[in-house]
């Protein structure tokens, strides 16, 4: 069943109108910044964290500006399979993934938030913040509790005058941002491939932000157990999606200036996930596009990572209080020192 919710009726929250004046200032201010891309130096100093943020704290940000001639990623793309843990990528299997690990920078011990639910996990990938800061600390939809505090992705995508765009197989995830940030939602309740099947149809040929989330993986996990043969099951028919989003990229002349970011929430064991046990905290990050040098990434990586590192493709300000830190790696870059000893507790 497809639910299609209009921007101007999905008002909300919960969020001070001054931090989206902010953001829009920030983003002016900022708007030279180049891309990773035919960067040479560390932008090491650029993602200081403030000493003592809270919560509701407005945003600062500092920026780099080393230009370069022309951004050559013009678009971020990220999706998210709920509950896939990086050892069934091959166990699955996920053929159309492990074709595009070959090109790909990526990490198969990346981590998520302790205690990571749907709804929590997601906030922290998107928003930068742990969840001590975006303050989301429910797993149902409780349209009541408002969304996710702090400067998110999308905030910054819409500052820029980015078209935005969710496509997910989970109402709550609706509580990730404000509705005023995101151009296009659409909730799906129903397998990957009808949702990847509705986003093609009606694909946003140009978008600057656009978040897919499959949900099977861990329905049929709560339900049969992780690494269980229906649950590799729907890990390949959701590796199949994947392969007719490429297709789909390629047709349309768009990979070439596209960041695309496949990731996890959490992995799971038994029948939940939650726990700090490795099979529930390990996620992969696989991350491909312009200017990314393919490997196993040496730095750690954290679900945190995943706004940063697209907010840093797109040249926006990196707002302070973000724990999350660009993954420079990715693109040749020296793995800056400082930092890394900060996750979320």
């Known amino acids: 069943m497809l639910y299609q919710i ?4 999905r008002r909300m929250k919960i969020r001070s109108s001054s931090a989206v004046l902010v953001v829009t200032l920030l983003f002016l201010l900022g708007c030279n910044i180049s891309s990773p891309v035919g960067v040479t130096v560390p932008p090491t100093a650029a993602f200081t964290p403030s000493p003592s943020p809270s919560a509701t704290a407005q945003p600062t940000a500092t920026v780099t500006t080393v230009p370069t001639p022309e951004r050559a990623i013009k678009r971020v793309l990220i999706l998210s399979v709920d509950g896939l843990r990086p050892d069934a990528i091959e166990l699955a299997p996920m053929p159309n993934l492990l074709e595009l690990m070959k090109t790909s920078a990526y990490s198969l011990t ?3 938030i302790r205690r990571s639910g749907t709804l929590p996990a997601h906030s922290s990938m998107l928003t930068g913040l742990c969840p001590a800061k975006h303050g989301v600390d429910w797993n149902d939809y409780i349209p009541e509790n408002g969304i996710a505090l702090g400067t998110d992705l999308f905030d910054l995508a819409h500052a820029a005058g980015m078209q935005t765009v969710m ?27 009808v949702i990847m099947q509705n986003l093609l149809a009606d694909f946003p040929q140009d978008f600057g932000v656009l978040f897919i989330h499959f949900a099977t993986t861990d329905a049929m996990g ?3 157990g992780w690494l269980s043969p229906e649950q590799f099951s729907v890990i390949f028919r959701a ?13 349309r002349g768009l990979r070439d200036e596209t960041l ?15 726990s700090s046990m490795p099979e529930d905290m390990t996620i992969p990050w696989i991350v491909s596009g312009p200017g990314v040098q393919a490997g196993a990434l040496t730095m750690p990586v954290h679900t945190t990572d995943t706004a940063a590192t697209a907010a840093y493709a797109l040249g926006f300000p990196i707002p302070a209080e973000w724990d999350g830190v660009p993954v420079v790696e990715a693109f040749g ?6 930092k890394y000893s900060m996750r979320c507790e």
């Open 260 to 274: 695309l970011i496949i990731t996890a929430d959490h992995g799971g064991h038994d029948m939940t996930h939650g």
């Open 333 to 338: 870059l020296p793995v800056p020192a400082a």
């Open 6 to 9: 209009p921007i101007k009726i």
């Open 239 to 251: 590796d199949e999606a994947i392969g007719d989003l490429l297709t789909e990229l390629d047709a």
């Open 110 to 112: 990346a981590q998520t």
């Open 167 to 193: 496509y997910v197989g989970k109402e709550k995830l609706q509580q990730v941002t404000d509705t005023a940030s995101v151009d296009t939602f659409v909730y799906i309740n129903d397998r990957d491939k």
């Open 222 to 224: 709560h339900v049969y």
